[in-house]
């Protein structure tokens, strides 16, 4: 049974580009949330997606946009990238109604 | 919106020294408090959490105690081992719909042999 497995494992790019960052989650699972961790920093939810639809966001500009497929997998986008969003960017998936969130191994993202 | 402090930021103990981490919330609707383990390099693991209909948690060398009252909750390990050495992450959510994770800055546990 595999786990939740992201790609790419790392990421550079320059300010302005856009990046698309993919998630596939748990067997059995229908929810994915993405979060952002700076370096000595706890992860920060940015959104969750249900059901192919944004359900819920934290405060993160409209820069970051994402996706769910009818498979659950999903994608997180960032456009007109900043210095300020290189960081490792965590997907966790669990199942509806149930609070348990499992992580992937991040995308370690770096805007030069 | 909820923030979750944590305390301390970093920790060395000895090993077979206990552990105590503890972090307080300010969201009282906040009803689920994981805890996770993060090694360098490696993903957050889920290592134990509690739900806010109950006080205490354990399992095996590692507890969690909540205190709704006073909007904290500690994780205690017992009998450290080197493999233990990891940052360390509390958390809280709403659950359910709102199931979004807010989490502390995280602590650095050394567990020196």
């Known amino acids: ?112 | 919106g909820e923030n979750v402090e944590q305390h301390p930021s970093t920790l060395s103990v000895q090993e077979g020294d206990s552990a105590v981490i503890k972090c307080t919330y300010s969201d009282s609707a906040s009803n689920y408090f994981p805890w996770y383990k993060q090694e360098l390099g490696k993903r957050p693991q889920l290592i134990i959490d509690i739900r806010s209909n109950v006080g205490e948690k354990k399992d095996q060398r590692i507890a969690v105690t909540l205190n709704k009252t006073a909007k904290h909750f500690s994780l205690h390990i017992t009998e450290t081992q080197p493999e233990d050495s990891a940052v360390y992450f509390c958390a809280a959510s709403r659950g359910g719909s709102q199931g979004n994770l807010i989490f502390g800055k995280g602590t650095k546990l050394s567990v020196k042999p």
């Open chain 1, 1 to 112: 049974d595999a786990g939740v497995t992201q790609s790419p494992t790392h990421l550079i790019k320059t300010r302005g580009q856009q990046v698309t960052l993919r998630c596939s989650p748990k067997s059995g699972h229908d929810t994915v949330s993405w979060y952002q961790q700076a370096l000595g920093q706890g992860p920060q939810f940015i959104f969750q997606y249900y059901e192919e639809e944004e359900r819920q966001r934290g405060n993160f500009p409209d820069r970051f946009s994402g996706h769910q497929f009818p498979n659950y997998s999903s994608e997180l986008n960032v456009n007109a990238l900043l210095l300020g969003d290189s960081a490792l960017y965590l997907c966790a998936s669990s199942l509806a109604g149930k609070n348990i969130q499992y992580f992937g191994a991040g995308t370690r993202l770096s805007v030069l």
